[in-house]
C-alpha cells in the first residue's frame, strides 16, 4: 500500500491528473501549486479558466497557504461547516495562480467529509484540486470505471466508492454569507 501511496505522490508532484471519489461524485483533481498541471486539468475537461477552481483538504491547515489570513469569526464560521459538504469563497493568498482563482481575489476551499479523498490529502500531504470528474457541461462521474472510460490513460484513478450526497456541496461567500450554489 505505501508503494502505491509514493507512486500515487510522485505522479501529482510531476504534475499528474488524478481522478478521486468524493462526496457527491469522482473528483478531478492535481497539485494546486502546479501551473502545468492546472492548465491540462482544464484543458482535458473543456472547463473555462475564468470559472477558477475549489481545492479539498482534510485539515484547515493545507488550505492556509491558498487564503489570506481571515477573521477569529469568520474562521470559526467555517470550521463550524467542516468536515463537511460546504464550500467557503475565502480571500486567495496572493500564492495562488490564476488558474485557481480564475482571476478573481478569491478562492473556493473545503474541508472534506468524505474519508476517502481526506485520506487521499493526508496521504499526499496537500490540499488538491477538486471539481467533477467529467467534461464540462456533462453528467459528472459516479465511478472509477465511468473516469477511465472518459479520460482514459491521461487520468489515474483512485477507485473508491462516492458519499451519498446527490448534489455538489453548498458555496458560500464568506465575505457576504450569501449562498451561491444551495
Excluded: Q
Aim: aromatic share 4%.
Amino acid at each position: 500500500m505505501n508503494g502505491e501511496i509514493d507512486a500515487l505522490r510522485a505522479h501529482v508532484r510531476r504534475g499528474g491528473l488524478i481522478a478521486y471519489p468524493t462526496e457527491s461524485c469522482y473528483g478531478l483533481g492535481c497539485d494546486p501549486r502546479n501551473p502545468h498541471a492546472l492548465k491540462r486539468l482544464l484543458h482535458l475537461k473543456g472547463r473555462d479558466a475564468a470559472k477558477g477552481l475549489l481545492l479539498i483538504a482534510d485539515r484547515f491547515r493545507r488550505l492556509r497557504p491558498f487564503i489570506r489570513p481571515v477573521s477569529a469569526t469568520d474562521r470559526a464560521r467555517m470550521l463550524r461547516s467542516w468536515p463537511g459538504p460546504v464550500t467557503w469563497v475565502v480571500p486567495a493568498s496572493t500564492n495562488c495562480l490564476p488558474a485557481l482563482t480564475g482571476g478573481r481575489p478569491t478562492i473556493a476551499v473545503r474541508v472534506t467529509a468524505h474519508r476517502g479523498a481526506a485520506r487521499l490529502c493526508r496521504s499526499l500531504g496537500m490540499a488538491l484540486v477538486s471539481t467533477s470528474a467529467n467534461k464540462s457541461g456533462r453528467k459528472s462521474a459516479k465511478t472509477a470505471a465511468e473516469c477511465r472510460r472518459i479520460f482514459g490513460a491521461r487520468v489515474r484513478v483512485v477507485a473508491g466508492r462516492i458519499g451519498r450526497r446527490r448534489r455538489p456541496s453548498t458555496l458560500i461567500d464568506l465575505a457576504t454569507g450569501t449562498i451561491l450554489r444551495p
